[in-house]
């Protein structure tokens, strides 16, 4: 039997990292958010946004290394699970826990895309002295 997802996509907002209350464990969570691979004509792609549960020292790194807009490669298994809200009633989860996270770009890069590198007019080729 086999339980594995691979996605690519990007965070809707930064990382919440958490630690176990028992052992100290890291734990961080994000929703990624996946554009379907076709939509139906004349309609706008599909997104979807799927919870993402990432432990230990790469729960660490994601919450310090990613950001909302982070583009990201997730590699793990779904994992659906049931608990009891506050007033008692019976929901059941549905996240990817990840045995992997690929950087795709990193917070300067994205900073960096959203900014111009530089004020003022383009230079010509014929200004360029080789």
């Not at 961080?28 to 706008?44: C, D, E, H, K, Y």
């Amino acid at each position: 039997m086999l339980n594995r997802i691979v996605l690519i996509g990007r965070l809707t907002k930064d990382p919440e990292l958490k630690y176990t209350p028992a052992k100290g464990v890291a734990v961080a969570t994000f929703t990624l958010a996946v554009n379907r691979r076709f939509s139906q004509q004349g309609q706008q792609k599909e997104t979807d946004f799927i919870p993402i549960v990432v432990w230990q020292a790469q729960a660490e790194n994601c919450a310090k290394f990613l950001g909302k807009g982070s583009l990201v490669a997730v590699d793990g298994r779904l994992q659906i699970r049931s608990y009891e809200d506050r007033e008692g009633q019976r929901r059941t989860a549905t996240e990817v826990v990840a045995d992997s996270v690929q950087f795709l770009d990193s917070k300067e890069k994205r900073s960096f895309d959203q900014t111009p590198a530089f004020e003022g007019s383009m230079v010509s080729e014929e200004e360029v002295p080789f």
